[in-house]
């Protein structure tokens, strides 16, 4: 009996030179690839994992692989920052492999899927939100099983036609799911430097936020697995592969205070000694939660702050968190010895600069405080992250991606976009400009607060080892 093939590819990310910018340096194997894999195993099917955007591959050693497997279908995933090589990818498979199924998918193509067809003539099918069914499904369409009006949540051609199908229902028990094809991941993820294996426990998000689109991409519902499920899926990882970091994948770890608890006795009773990391809101953590996460190993979490100004938080984002809230679930996770680092984004519409305190910057006149009153500038948040005091202080560039409403409501939110080359979509580097601030402006400011938090973050290194050493000697 003849075995269907499939390849699935992580797409790549485009070389960037930006001195400062660290894209791509951390390797985070694929999950949503590596899931698709262990249901296609599951049903029988051949699959394969290349993933070029860890292992820097070029085209040259994407096409090597696609031409000593041969597959069926060459299905691909990506963001919006590496679509444009994802189109690349799949223009390379059509020449190696013409009788194959070009297949895309992730949340750029799933808000874009008829523009993607039109303009990428190498890629067949799109698939639109979870595909670990509909790839199944895919795989029955080549091996003449079923066709593809059969096949939900699937944008393709009929003739000259682009035809979108039917939404698929997101899958309510994940449970069900097989655990990640770990198995096919390269032993060079080592080489390259991976130090903790993903984990994902739960999907969909009751939260809006206006720049993210998670809650169109998996749906506004909350799904989460069991306790025993995520605990048995440690307890594999540690057993077969000798990890023993881990970093949880989820939107909010602890969107459900209670399971997350219960995750947190199951790793206890069954005495895994690992270490772990997570994200939570800031209004879904309690002293008690934090400490139970502590004493099973957890030792940073990730806090979305996003902004210092509260009528950015409460207006423009609609997170339904306060700074007072930070600085409390902050303070908690540091009595529980848990590492913080707290994550903000600038060039929201409403902000603007403030050329005395960049000439403050500038003159470097650090023995003298600086008195004016930095409210509503692009720098609140600079003052903001001293008062939440978090161990570590990231920050982003607002990003309009297709999917969220700062992308579909531009205009109506206060924001210009000045390009769709998707490579720029990386979060690091400007895409719009707003009435108070042009882009010029939104990049100097981006430079400034990249200084200010290295120079923040540096200031609380030592206090960051000691609270690990302390957890090390407890």
Not at 124 to 131: A, I, L, N, T
Not at 215 to 242: H, I, K, T
Not at 258 to 265: G, T
Not at 309 to 320: C, S
């Amino acid at each position: 009996m003849v075995v269907l093939k499939v390849l699935l590819i992580n797409a790549p990310l485009r070389a960037i030179n930006i001195p400062g910018l660290g894209l791509g340096k951390v390797v985070s194997p694929p999950l949503g690839i590596s899931y698709i894999a262990a249901v296609l195993e599951q049903a029988g099917v051949e699959a394969a994992i290349c993933d070029a955007q860890n292992m820097k591959m070029s085209l040259g050693e994407i096409g090597g692989e696609i031409e000593r497997l041969k597959p069926d279908i060459v299905a691909i995933s990506c963001f919006t920052s590496n679509y444009g090589e994802a189109q690349k990818v799949s223009e390379l498979a059509k020449k190696i492999v013409p009788g194959a199924m070009t297949v895309i998918g992730g949340p750029h193509v799933s808000f874009t899927a008829g523009r993607t067809l039109r303009e990428t003539p190498s890629i067949d099918v799109v698939v639109r939100g979870e595909g670990e069914q509909t790839m199944v499904e895919l795989a029955r369409v080549v091996a003449g099983k079923i066709s593809l009006t059969e096949v939900a949540g699937i944008t393709y051609r009929f003739r000259s036609t682009v035809v979108n199908g039917p939404n698929r229902p997101v899958l309510d028990d994940l449970d069900s799911l097989p655990f990640p094809a770990r198995h096919l991941w390269p032993e060079k993820y080592i080489q390259r430097g991976m130090r903790e294996v993903p984990i994902i426990t739960s999907r969909g998000c009751p939260f809006a936020c206006v720049f993210c689109s998670t809650s169109r991409m998996a749906g506004p519902v909350f799904r989460a697995r069991s306790p025993s499920n995520v605990v048995d899926e440690l307890q594999q990882v540690v057993d077969d592969f000798y990890f023993d970091r881990f970093i949880f994948n989820d939107d909010t770890f602890t969107l459900d205070q209670k399971r997350a608890m219960e995750i947190c006795e199951g790793i206890i009773e069954r005495e895994l000694e690992i270490t772990w990391a997570c994200s939570a809101r800031v209004d879904t953590v309690s002293q008690e939660l934090l400490s139970r996460m502590s004493d099973a190993g957890c030792d940073m979490i990730y806090y979305g702050v996003e902004s210092g100004n509260q009528q950015i938080l409460d207006k423009f984002i609609g997170k339904q968190i306060t700074i007072e809230q930070a600085r409390k679930a902050v303070e908690w996770a540091h009595d529980a010895g848990i590492v913080t680092v707290a994550s903000y984004i600038i060039g929201f519409p409403g902000e603007i600069g403030d050329k005395e305190f960049q000439a403050y910057l500038k003159r470097g006149e650090y023995g003298k405080t600086y008195d004016a009153d930095l409210t509503g500038t692009i720098f609140e948040s600079l003052i903001r992250a001293r008062e939440v005091d978090s161990d570590q202080a990231q920050v982003h560039l607002l990003t309009p991606y297709p999917g969220t409403r700062l992308y579909d409501e531009a205009d109506l939110l206060g924001i210009k976009i000045l390009t769709e080359e998707w490579w720029r979509y990386n979060l690091q580097l400007p895409v719009i400009e707003t009435n108070a601030m042009s882009i010029e402006d939104i990049w100097s400011s981006y430079r400034i607060y990249m200084d200010e938090f290295d120079t923040y973050n540096n200031t609380r290194h030592e206090r960051r080892l000691k609270r690990m050493r302390r957890r090390m000697e407890a």
